[in-house]
């Protein structure tokens, strides 16, 4: 078709007015950013490291949906005061509820056999059922919103596979799936078009507040122990360049342990600005993107990770600190000290050089842009959750520094008896 830009049935009336596509919208937008604060603060807690590793992949693209929505809706004659209201209190216990999941199973089956399949059948009722061309900038968002839950969904069902061959199902994870079902029911569905009951649902687990892990947790019956030391890989190469560049594999394998910090900042970090938790959803996304760097690299040359001693530092000697220093030690102590030290470019060109392995020269490469924008991200937002000037910050983040790095030694130190 070439007539109207190539817009298919562009006579037909949509079921949407400006304004309820605004309400219908808004609904969409608080699900997204629901989504990525329950994951958020789920993710220290969990255990599988598949589903740590998409977990941290889509509540990126959760926030990637909600920064778009939010930019939207102001669009259609709405005040850009409600994007930091709740539009129902029903999605809002829906939420209270999930952050309370227990196990890596009921996180699972509820975000991917029935949260997202629940968004994905609306957004495309939404997709099929509004005016194709005066509301061409919401079809865009959702096309992308869909897609992105496709992908997840189906990533989901094989992951649910996997959890579900491990050990026999409690019982308790379709238990919370039928409690959330019965809220989104109440609710009216993801849009708020369905039948809704008068009766307001009653809490389940949400009727304590959740409490954020205080220490990271690793599946045990497929991963080594947590440590607050790095182990290395087990027979280390005789190599003194092969041996340096297996450690500096392990270590990059290891930055999960900064998504779970960054995970820990975002969830308790409350009165944000969006484009805060925006830049912080990135920030764990890029961290997770390291830790693959660094399992591709050692799987790639025939190294066994998963089993070796899991390196927990970052999130577990900080997780009982503010946020505001837990961030400040991170992305001004350790990412901004690295552009000051040049550490990550004499890595890159270290790994180009000496050790000559295209792949982890690569991986250092982006793992070197990365944390440009990291540091960036430090001095962006550190000093607006301390409410102090930067060079304060970077003061804070130095004595941060020296508890870190006191607690790390003692730990490598009783490694070595």
Not at 170 to 189: D, H
Not at 309 to 326: H, L, M
Request: aromatic share 8%; net charge negative.
């Amino acid at each position: 078709m070439i007539k109207f830009a190539g817009i298919a049935d562009p006579y037909r009336v949509g079921v949407y007015s400006v304004e309820r596509n605004a309400a219908v919208l808004q609904r969409y937008r608080y699900l997204h950013e629901g989504l990525l604060r329950a994951a958020a603060g789920q993710l220290p807690g969990r255990g599988d490291w598949n589903l740590r590793m998409g977990m941290c992949k889509h509540l990126y693209e959760d926030a990637e949906a909600a920064d778009l929505l939010h930019k939207r809706i102001p669009e259609l004659r709405t005040s850009s005061a409600v994007l930091v209201k709740d539009p129902d209190p029903r999605l809002t216990l829906l939420m209270e509820e999930l952050v309370h999941a227990q196990t890596d199973l009921e996180w699972a089956s509820a975000v991917y056999e029935v949260i997202k399949p629940a968004m994905l059948e609306a957004f495309r009722h939404h997709l099929a059922h509004t005016q194709q061309i005066v509301d061409q900038p919401t079809i865009r968002i959702l096309r992308q919103a869909a897609a992105d839950l496709e992908d997840q969904i189906e990533w989901g069902a094989a992951l649910l596979v996997d959890l579900r061959t491990q050990g026999e199902p409690s019982g308790e994870e379709q238990e919370l799936c039928s409690v959330l079902r019965l809220l989104l029911q109440a609710a009216g569905g993801v849009a708020g078009d369905l039948p809704r009951s008068a009766e307001v649902p009653r809490r389940w687990r949400s009727g304590k507040p959740y409490a954020i892990p205080s220490r990271s947790r690793r599946d045990p019956n497929r991963m080594g122990p947590t440590t607050l030391a790095r182990t290395g890989v087990e027979n280390p190469p005789a190599d003194p360049v092969l041996r340096e560049l297996v450690f500096k594999m392990r270590v990059r394998q290891e930055e999960m342990t900064a998504c779970d910090l960054i995970a820990g900042v975002l969830y308790s970090q409350q009165h944000m600005p969006w484009s805060f938790y925006h830049d912080l959803a990135r920030h764990i996304w890029d961290e997770a993107r390291h830790a693959m760097f660094g399992q591709a690299a050692l799987e790639e040359d025939g190294y066994e990770w998963m089993t070796r001693p899991q390196y927990t530092s970052d999130y577990d000697v900080n997780a009982e600190k503010i946020p505001a220093a837990q961030y400040a030690w991170l992305s001004i102590g350790i990412e901004e000290g690295a552009m000051v030290s040049l550490g990550k470019k004499k890595e890159f060109e270290w790994c180009r050089d000496e050790a000559k392995h295209p792949l982890m020269t690569q991986f250092q490469d982006y793992d070197w842009a990365d944390e440009v924008v990291h540091a960036n991200l430090g001095r962006k937002w550190a000093p607006d959750l301390m409410g102090e000037p930067i060079g304060f910050v970077r003061e804070i983040a130095q004595k941060e520094l020296d508890h870190f790095w006191a607690e790390v030694r003692k730990a490598e130190q009783q490694q070595a008896k």
